[in-house]
T-cell receptor, first 115, second 111 residues
Framework: DTAVSQTPKYLVTQMGNDKSIKCEQN?????MYWYKQDSKKFLKIMFS???????INETVPNRFSPKSPDKAHLNLHINSLELGDSAVYFC??????????????FGPGTRLTVT | RKEVEQDPGPFNVPEGATVAFNCTYS??????FFWYRQDCRKEPKLLMS???SGNEDGRFTAQLNRASQYISLLIRDSKLSDSATYLC????????????FGPGTRLSVLP
């Protein structure tokens, strides 16, 4: 069984469109994340949710809106897509609380191309 | 946000070589430390956690120096399958929620 899954794996779309990426984890973790990895391969956190509550919200355009319907799911909706949004988006999850360190488990990534 | 820095690489080494990667972090309050491995077009995966006393896992040895805010990874007897990008990761809080990734160091092990 896949621990962290993302859909779709590839997404090609035109500028100005709105798209969503879905993420699910079956590990029972409390915390989920969205990361962006750009063409320079730098992995940067965008959002972190703990038990459906937003914990970290880095400097990300408000065109990006995460939603966590339950602690096993964290979706990412992007409005008015721009060329610079082209990247690989990774979802991840981890346990949390005192008593770490805690490993993060990553999904396979969604490769978004905006044309 | 504080930063995590790594050797820029790439490192090209022959099979059987020993190679060392360095990482520094700027947030002295950081709590946990990790090395992740990322293969081309794949997701990052945990290689090993890094403990204050240093730790070893087979051919891999990780060291942490909190005073110097420095982490290292040593790979002995390199294999072709070790070719990947190695990411230094720092957890900045007590609750396992705030992870900062370094830019990665690419390793190519050559036959």
């Amino acid at each position: 069984d896949t621990a962290v899954s993302q859909t779709p794996k590839y997404l090609v779309t035109q500028m100005g469109n709105d798209k969503s990426i879905k993420c699910e984890q079956n590990l029972g973790h409390d915390t989920m994340y969205w990361y962006k990895q750009d063409s320079k391969k730098f992995l940067k956190i965008m959002f972190s949710y703990n038990n459906k509550e937003l914990i970290i919200n880095e400097t990300v355009p408000n065109r990006f809106s995460p939603k966590s319907p339950d602690k096993a799911h964290l979706n990412l909706h992007i409005n008015s897509l721009e060329l610079g949004d082209s990247a690989v988006y990774f979802c991840a999850s981890s346990p949390s609380g005192t008593g770490g360190p805690y490993e993060q488990y990553f999904g396979p990534g969604t490769r978004l191309t905006v044309t | 946000r504080k930063e995590v820095e790594q050797d820029p690489g790439p490192f090209n080494v022959p099979e059987g070589a020993t190679v060392a990667f360095n990482c520094t972090y700027s947030n002295s309050a950081s709590q946990s430390f990790f090395w992740y491995r990322q293969d081309c077009r794949k997701e990052p995966k945990l290689l090993m956690s890094v403990y204050s006393s240093g730790n070893e896992d087979g051919r891999f040895t990780a060291q942490l120096n909190r005073a110097s805010q420095y982490i290292s990874l040593l790979i002995r007897d390199s294999k072709l399958s070790d070719s990947a990008t190695y990411l230094c990761v720092v957890n900045e809080d007590n609750y396992g929620q705030n992870f900062v990734f370094g830019p990665g160091t690419r390793l190519s092990v050559l036959p």
